[in-house]
């Protein structure tokens, strides 16, 4: 690694943390010529996966729209981002242990639904009203209904 400050390319990891159950790793370094110490973090390159949406089109896949409508979804719910995060790890780590290279949007949507339901049941209806697109109250209550009795 070399060192920010002098350029020098020989330095000492003196501290490491892991974050994200392992997948992050932060390092603390010291430059063995300047002394400075700096940070880097390293993090393991995952392979890419596509989604594949409705109307049959590919993207790669987004941690950024998937942590969006989390929060959309928790908006104004005692859910903390921390869990939040957690939930995306698992639909990540999920999808990575089945080894697959693309995924149909849906599954991740059912996913998501999946531990919305179990985390809070009012940001599990907000993200399955979307979600499921329902067209009238009748589908919206319904899909109530059917929380109060499970």
């Known amino acids: 690694m070399r060192c920010p400050y002098c350029g020098h390319d020989e330095d000492k990891v003196v501290d ?14 010291l430059c063995l010529a300047c002394g400075q110490r700096f940070s880097t973090v ?25 942590m969006r409508g989390l929060k959309i ?3 104004k719910r005692p859910v903390s981002i921390e869990k ?8 990540e780590m999920s999808i990575q242990s089945d ?13 998501v639904s999946c531990r919305l339901r179990e985390i809070d049941e ?8 979307v979600y499921r697109n329902f067209k009238d109250k009748e589908e919206f209550l319904k899909e109530l209904n059917e929380l109060k009795t499970n």
Do not use: H, P
């Open 122 to 129: 009012v940001a599990y209806v907000r993200f399955a009203s």
């Open 84 to 91: 939040l995060e957690q939930v995306a790890n698992e639909i």
């Open 42 to 66: 390293e993090e393991i390159e995952d392979k890419t996966l596509y989604v594949i949406k409705s109307d049959s089109r590919r993207e790669e896949y987004d941690r950024g729209k998937l």
């Open 16 to 29: 490491s943390r892991s974050r994200e159950d392992g997948r992050v790793v932060r390092r603390r370094r």
């Open 73 to 75: 979804a928790c908006s």
């Open 99 to 111: 080894f697959v290279k693309e995924i149909q949007s849906r599954k991740i949507g059912e996913m």
